[in-house]
DNA sequence: TCCAGATGGTTAGCCACCAAATCATCGACC
DNA sequence: GGTCGATGATTTGGTGGCTAACCATCTGGA
């Protein structure tokens, strides 16, 4: 009866391949994905906390920024470019989540006074009630999210995420 | 002829909806907001340099583990099982991909020794030969990527992201 | 021994997102 | 004033991920 080996930790295998691709640079690998995996529990958690509302992240973000816009220019709306800009979807998929916001009854379209190609859009009464309803709640989970961190963390934590960012050109190159 | 309005910022509809809803952190969701949008542009980054390869952040997720497995206890395939919980995908999902990537002549699957309901997965010599060409200059690409945090900014970034990861479990609550 | 529940993989159907091609309109220039 | 490139929205077709329901196999207890 043989007694089987250890197992091999994460570490280990990466230390392997650090070995065998000196181009490897644990540290940096260990973080990068560190973030992606965060990134997606944050995003899985997000979406499910969305869908008891019946919205996605793409549909909850339009609806805030209709809602803040609205509140802050009185009655102004806004072009679907200038949402899809804002909720970094393309333009097309804005125009899918906009006709499923206008099915459900939360948008309205409007002619763009000026230019007959575009139009604007606006939040009903039935999307205000919602979110009215909704954001006390998600903006005390969110609250609840980062209660870990203290005001000078939250500052480091995007000071290092800046950083991240300005990598991701080089990433990108040839 | 009237002078249009000065715009108003980001920041200032973030105040006035902190206004608005008193349990609006404001700094909890800035730094939330900048944390998913780096997480998507990071995303995409990652997934546009895979797919020169014809590979996904699944698939390539998927070799690379096979990879380092392989090459720690020599020969050793992986379950889809496994394989999907190392990648972070649903057990469908990973059937999904092996089934292509088996299609494309990168994996090959071979009967559980013990066990009926099972298979392990293998590296095939053609998938060997795609990640040691492709590697170096993956591993290259991460490493410019996170050239602009320092060892110590690493191990931060690091920490803070898991204090975040503690706060998950409270913003999925009720 | 045999059956009930656990476990592993697959299937079917859904959703969000994207790029590329298409169509209408705008605006600038000859 | 007409034409042509730019701009905005949409359509089409494809990808990757998920859940729920399914079937096969294993395993532990009566």
Redesign the pocket.
């Known amino acids: 009866m043989s007694v089987s080996p250890p197992p091999i930790t994460r570490f280990e295998r990466l230390q392997r391949l650090a070995r065998r691709f000196p181009q490897l640079d644990t540290s940096g690998l260990e973080t990068c994905i560190t973030l992606l995996r965060l990134s997606n529990d944050l995003s899985d958690a997000y979406d499910a906390s969305l869908a008891r509302h019946g919205l996605?992240?793409?549909?909850f973000t339009v609806l805030v920024r209709l809602f803040s816009t609205s509140e802050a220019e009185d009655g102004r709306g806004l072009?679907?470019?200038e949402l899809?800009e804002n909720s970094?979807?393309?333009?097309?998929?804005?125009?899918?989540?906009?006709?499923?916001l206008e099915k459900d009854g939360l948008i309205s379209?409007e002619d763009h006074p000026?230019?007959?190609?575009?139009?604007t859009v606006h939040l009903t009464p039935k999307a205000r009630q919602l979110l009215e309803g909704m954001l006390p709640e998600h903006y005390r989970r969110v609250a609840a999210l980062m209660s870990p961190l203290n005001e000078q963390e939250r500052v480091t934590l995007r000071e290092l995420l800046a950083k991240v960012s300005t990598g991701i050109p080089a990433f990108r190159e040839p």
């Open positions: 996605s992240k793409g549909r072009t679907p470019a899809a970094c979807v393309s333009r097309a998929t804005m125009t899918g989540l906009l006709d499923t379209r000026e230019d007959r190609r575009m139009y």
